[in-house]
């Protein structure tokens, strides 16, 4: 099956600054990328995905890349607030998306 | 309002007690999905269901059942649960056929004791 690794496990930024996280998959057929935050006590919630026929997705402070080549795609927030404070989940899945799988998480603590 | 809701949010048992966690979506999916996260291992997907009486292991199916009698009803059962399926329990539900958002219901907290 698909393996997931996600790092850094525990992010901490500045308030205005960047933060990056980064995923690499192991099945070259996974074709949907998605990215949930989740909040302290809360549900994932969807906050941006990218399809493997593109190579860059932006939302508004929120980006994700992706490298089909190597594998690897990564979430840049930017000008970081400390409502982003989240633990943030990248998860990846093929054809028609049966199956999901997820990394471990990145806990991401923005500091006033 | 459109949303999955699950129920009991919370709940400690014993040992081989047999449970049934509830799930239901008021969206129309097609499919629905069971995941557990556990601290440091993220979300592993449990079952998933394609629609009515179509179901499917996922990543960690051991020790759980589930059934797809109606489109908007998946429950998730637990014969005999064991300590080591204590876990926070999310289900999920999106339209088939496209790789779009799962909508995530607010969590089940199952401690087996």
């Known amino acids: 099956g698909e393996n997931v690794e996600q790092h850094p496990s525990t992010l901490s930024v500045q308030e205005g600054d960047s933060a990056v996280i980064k995923c690499t998959y192991s099945d070259s057929a996974s074709n949907y990328f998605p990215w949930y935050k989740q909040e302290l006590g809360k549900r994932p919630q969807l906050i941006i995905d990218?399809?493997?026929?593109?190579g860059e997705k932006k939302d508004q402070r929120i980006a994700v890349t992706l490298n089909k080549t190597a594998k690897h795609f990564s979430l840049h927030i930017t000008e970081t607030q400390p409502e982003d404070s989240a633990v943030y989940f990248c998860?990846?899945?093929?054809?028609?998306?049966?199956?999901?799988?997820f990394g471990t998480g990145t806990s991401l603590t923005v500091i006033p | 309002e459109a949303q999955v809701t699950q129920n009991p949010r919370y709940l400690i048992t014993v040992t081989g007690k047999k449970l049934t966690v509830t799930c239901s979506q008021n969206m129309n999916h097609e499919y629905m999905s069971w995941y557990r996260q556990d601290p440091g291992l993220g979300l592993r997907q449990i079952y998933y269901s394609m629609n009515v009486e179509v179901t499917d292991k996922g990543d960690v199916p051991e020790g759980y059942k589930v059934s797809r009698k109606e489109k908007r009803n998946f429950p998730l059962i637990l014969e005999s649960p064991s300590p080591n399926q204590t876990s926070l329990y999310f289900c999920?539900?999106?339209?088939?056929?496209?790789?779009?958002?799962?909508?995530f219901g607010p969590g089940t907290r199952l401690t087996v004791l």
């Open positions: 990218i399809r493997s026929n593109v």
């Open positions: 999920a539900s999106r339209f088939w056929g496209t790789t779009d958002t799962q909508y």
């Open positions: 998860a990846a899945s093929k054809n028609t998306g049966n199956q999901f799988y």
